[in-house]
Nanobody, 127 residues
Framework: QVRLVESGGGSVQAGGSLRLSCTTSGHTSSNYCMAWFRQVPGKEREGVAG???????SYSDSVKGRFTISRDRATNTLFLQMNNLKPEDTAMYYC?????????????????????WGQGTQVTVSS
């Protein structure tokens, strides 16, 4: 059974940085497309950044230039480096995975395409 566990969330002032991690285990496929999503109460889950198994990345316009998605295959860990954080980045952040080599997102990844999810880590940015 594939398991995704997020960590690294917390509280930070505007302009600060955080690095989220998503440790994965129990892989049943050799290829996974990964992504980060976020959600605030009462709103739909929003795609933040995607990283396909072939190395292709995609970002939402709201985080492009500030966030960077990456992965360490040796430790099966997905990262999201978040710089210049803004109050509107406050949300629960989720890691997601889907077996396959590529999703082909032009912009932000879409939640419907991912079947494996973590429990989330809270990010709070104060002004």
């Amino acid at each position: 059974q594939v398991r995704l566990v997020e960590s690294g969330g917390g509280s930070v002032q505007a302009g600060g940085s955080l690095r989220l991690s998503c440790t994965t285990s129990g892989h049943t496929s050799s290829n996974y497309c990964m992504a980060w999503f976020r959600q605030v109460p009462g709103k739909e889950r929003e795609g933040v950044a995607g990283l396909d198994d072939d190395g292709t990345t995609s970002y939402s316009d709201s985080v492009k230039g500030r966030f960077t998605i990456s992965r360490d295959r040796a430790t099966n860990t997905l990262f999201l480096q978040m710089n210049n954080l803004k109050p509107e980045d406050t949300a629960m952040y989720y890691c997601a995975a889907q077996p396959g080599e590529t999703m082909g997102w032009v912009h932000a990844p879409q939640a419907f395409a991912y079947t494996l999810w973590g429990q989330g880590t809270q990010v709070t940015v104060s002004s």
